[in-house]
């Protein structure tokens, strides 16, 4: 898909992948073609370090944040000793459980195994059995539902009677009330989560009035992603639709941050008429976004944003709080 539409339909920037595996797939293509892509959900702490000249975003933070927090919550906040996590075989898995492992340790725990897993396999007793070996107080469970609820019923079969925590791949009922679910009651996790935002409010009232209740995560940060593209393609002026497509990329990307960082104009989604007239005038922009502030930095990322917690009862997924962090 995103060979077609980088090689034939010739678009200039990109809104995707959700999964950091397939960001980094579709970046082999779009940084070769000079094609901007913005992930609003790729959580990955290795994209940081990829070499794509300046081509490759995100509008959320990435797991560098979101593994410290777990750790935290989990050592300092819960008394936690011994830890084991059981991981999906990917960039997403393998970044996270690494952040964890390092921050876990810092503060004075023990990680008694790191257990890579590969996806769709009808049984992982075998992966379950080396996490679990060892007595760990908690299971740090990084996967995605179809897999985390075989685990999680594995995990109870294999005699398991510690707690479990979760990353964002694991939030939402798919697992709460899955199949496992009465094992879960307290457990918590940590997941990417909006700041204080001005235009929050209004942009959900909005979702909802168009396409119902929902709890499918990264919407802010995908409205977000397009709305940066859109304006930086405005503030590149009416000779851009002359350009090239090659040229359509370069200018999309050099005003990215010309349209969400400071010290620009603070604008908000409740003012984006307004935002989408300064960038036609030139102006410099700092666009606020439905997730917090969207200032990136030098390597595309979100220098700073919102990690929440959340923990599970009654098969519900309830939030507890959002910590801010920074860079």
Same mark, same amino acid.
């Given at each position: 898909a995103a060979a077609k539409l980088v090689e034939i339909d010739r678009v200039p920037a990109?809104?995707?992948?959700?999964?950091?595996?397939?960001?980094?797939?579709?970046?082999?293509?779009?940084?070769a073609n000079e094609v901007v892509q913005i992930s609003p959900a790729s959580t990955s702490p290795a994209?940081?370090?990829?070499?794509?000249?300046?081509?490759?975003?995100?509008?959320?933070?990435?797991?560098?944040?979101?593994?410290?927090?777990?750790?935290?919550?989990?050592?300092?906040?819960?008394?936690?000793?011994r830890a084991s996590v059981i991981y999906v075989n990917n960039a997403y898995g393998k970044g996270l459980a690494e952040v964890f492992k390092k921050a876990f340790e810092?503060?004075?725990?023990?990680?008694?195994?790191?257990?890579?897993?590969?996806?769709?396999?009808?049984?992982?007793?075998?992966?379950?059995?080396?996490?679990?070996?060892?007595?760990?107080?908690?299971?740090?469970?990084?996967?995605?539902?179809?897999?985390?609820?075989?685990?999680?019923?594995?995990?109870?079969?294999?005699?398991?009677?510690?707690?479990?925590?979760?990353?964002?791949?694991?939030?939402?009922?798919?697992?709460?009330?899955?199949?496992?679910?009465?094992?879960?009651?307290?457990?918590?996790?940590?997941? @990417?989560?909006? +700041?204080?935002?001005?235009? !929050? *409010? /209004?942009?959900? %009232?909005d979702y909802i009035a168009k396409y119902g209740k929902s709890t499918v995560p990264f919407r802010g940060e995908s409205y977000d992603a397009v709305a940066l593209i859109a304006l930086a393609i405005q503030r590149t002026g @009416?000779?851009? +639709?002359?350009?090239?497509? !090659? *040229? /359509?990329?370069? %200018?999309?990307?050099?005003?990215?941050?010309?349209?969400?960082?400071?010290?620009?104009v603070e604008v908000t989604y409740n003012e984006f008429v307004k935002a989408l007239g300064l960038a036609r005038?030139?102006?410099?922009?700092?666009?606020?976004?439905?997730?917090?502030p969207v200032t990136i930095d030098e390597n595309g990322d979100m220098s700073e944003g919102g990690i929440e917690v959340w923990f599970i009862t009654a098969g519900k997924v309830i939030t507890v709080r959002t910590y801010p962090v920074k860079g």
């Open positions: 990109l809104v995707g992948a959700l999964s950091s595996g397939v960001t980094f797939a579709v970046s082999s293509i779009t940084i994209i940081t370090d990829l070499d794509d000249n300046d081509f490759v975003y995100r509008t959320c933070v990435s797991d560098a944040f979101q593994g410290v927090v777990n750790a935290r919550q989990a050592a300092e906040l819960l008394g936690f000793k810092e503060r004075g725990g023990k990680v008694l195994a790191m257990v890579p897993y590969e996806e769709g396999k009808p049984s992982y007793r075998g992966e379950i059995e080396a996490a679990i070996k060892g007595n760990p107080e908690v299971l740090q469970v990084i996967a995605y539902p179809v897999d985390g609820n075989k685990m999680l019923v594995q995990a109870v079969e294999g005699g398991y009677e510690g707690k479990y925590i979760f990353p964002d791949g694991m939030k939402g009922e798919a697992v709460a009330a899955g199949p496992a679910s009465q094992y879960l009651e307290g457990s918590f996790g940590t997941a @990417p989560g909006p +700041l204080e935002s001005k235009g !929050a *409010e /209004q942009f959900e %009232a @009416p000779d851009f +639709l002359k350009m090239s497509r !090659a *040229e /359509q990329g370069r %200018a999309i990307r050099d005003n990215l941050r010309a349209v969400a960082n400071p010290p620009g005038a030139g102006a410099d922009i700092n666009y606020q976004g439905i997730a917090g």
